[in-house]
């Protein structure tokens, strides 16, 4: 996928994920061997690291359902992780990430903002459908996604994204299992007007002035049904119209407000024809993340756009994101890119600014985290010209040389 005309100069943080068998690792091997070259031999700028507990069979290597295999250095807490890299390491692979501790969040940032380049493989969601680890946040703060697919085990008829438990003769397996025939405790019954549809969720995401509203106009165009689909906005974004999603372009379509997830269960209740649904800003939108997943569940086909990342950098209404967990339920994320408003690299982050007798500063972090705006409260920022006031201290902070880019 083109991301942006211009080049990506700045560190970066990709995530591999996907079902049991999807072909995780053998992405990562893959990546590996096209960065060493014909020879194959691991260099001074690489690191490959394993945690133990992913494949236990197979330790010091990262092996595929394909027969391939590459070696990798076990370890299992950030910290250990952390103390292996020294200034000549620039790109890291880690597989199992879904494993590491809550400080491999810290330590990824601190890595990407120290200029180098992250590829982590994991597990997006447990058997039993939750957020696996910290992939949630993990999600949030990378900035590349690949969700890889396997066939359903169970109708090998469509793409499966989750991974079934299942017992056969004492023994537990993991099989890929699609959104149809995934079965977990607690889910919601299959609505019996979708059964002819495959559900799914795209989850658009990135930074204010990145075009992600525009792109939910495209999407919108391309359903040819249109009485079958409806766009829902939360009430409290009304800078360009209370009845429109409009982009920042002033391109509108259609919308019903909404102040919380009760107004869009009512909805779908009275208009049993609707089989798709679009959410603008939905990490505005309290409970979305249980809405997301009953609605995904019951068979709807679902597109939203929403901001990965609040002014600080932090998975968007963190220790508690509710979009960051919706991307760990996505069966396509699509990233978007907006320019720097200094230097026009990519931009990443959203630049909160406030005006002071006159002039404009950053934001303090301690500032409130929602606040509706434009360009008057807010610009795009690559990690290099983002800024903050008051920025808690990263547990790794200072403790990497900056790669020269």
């Known amino acids: ?185 607690g889910r919601p019954d299959y609505n019996p007007h979708l059964i002819n549809q495959e559900p799914s969720l795209e989850a658009i995401v990135g930074p204010m002035f990145s075009g992600k509203t525009d792109l939910l106009h495209t999407r919108y165009n391309q359903i040819i049904n249109k009485d079958r689909v409806t766009i829902f906005k939360w009430i409290g974004d009304n800078r360009y119209s209370n009845d429109q999603v409009v982009s920042h372009n002033k391109d509108g379509i259609p919308s019903i407000d909404i102040t919380n997830t009760n107004d869009i269960k009512n909805y779908l209740k009275k208009n049993k024809q609707i089989n798709s649904i679009m959410i603008d800003e939905v990490q505005f939108i309290k409970g979305s993340y249980e809405l997301v997943k009953e609605l995904l569940y019951k068979g709807y086909r679902i597109i939203l756009t929403g901001l990965k990342r609040d002014f600080r950098r932090e998975p968007f209404g963190y220790p508690d994101s509710e979009i960051s967990k919706i991307l760990t339920l996505a069966t396509e994320i699509t990233n978007m890119y907006a320019s720097c408003y200094r230097c026009k690299h990519p931009a990443t982050e959203t630049q909160r600014i406030i005006m002071e007798n006159g002039i404009w500063r950053p934001a303090s972090f301690n500032d409130p985290i929602v606040l509706v705006g434009s360009e008057e409260s807010y610009k795009a920022a690559c990690r290099l010209h983002h800024k903050m006031k008051d920025a808690p201290t990263n547990r790794y902070s200072n403790r990497f040389n900056k790669i020269k880019i």
């Open 1 to 185: 996928m083109i991301d942006h005309l211009r080049n990506f100069n700045q560190g970066r943080f990709d995530i591999v994920t996907g079902s049991a068998q999807s072909g995780k690792s053998n992405k990562l091997i893959t990546l590996i061997n096209s960065f060493l070259g014909d020879k194959h031999e691991l260099n001074n700028n690489l690191l490959v690291i394993k945690h133990p507990y992913d494949d236990k069979e197979t330790a010091s290597n990262i092996s595929s359902f394909k027969k391939r295999s590459i070696n990798a250095i076990e370890c299992e807490t950030a910290d250990e992780l952390a103390d292996m890299i020294n200034e000549n390491i620039t790109h890291i692979v880690v597989s199992g990430i879904h494993l590491f501790d809550k400080n491999i969040i810290d330590l990824c940032n601190e890595l990407v903002m120290s200029n180098r380049i992250i590829v982590a493989s994991g597990i997006n969601l447990t058997y039993e459908g939750k957020p696996y680890g910290s992939m949630a946040e993990l999600m949030a703060i990378a900035d590349k996604y690949e969700i890889m697919v396997a066939r359903c085990g169970f109708c090998d008829k469509y793409n499966a994204y989750r991974t079934q438990r299942i017992i056969e003769n004492g023994k537990e397996k993991f099989q890929p299992r699609c959104l149809v025939h995934y079965e977990f405790k």
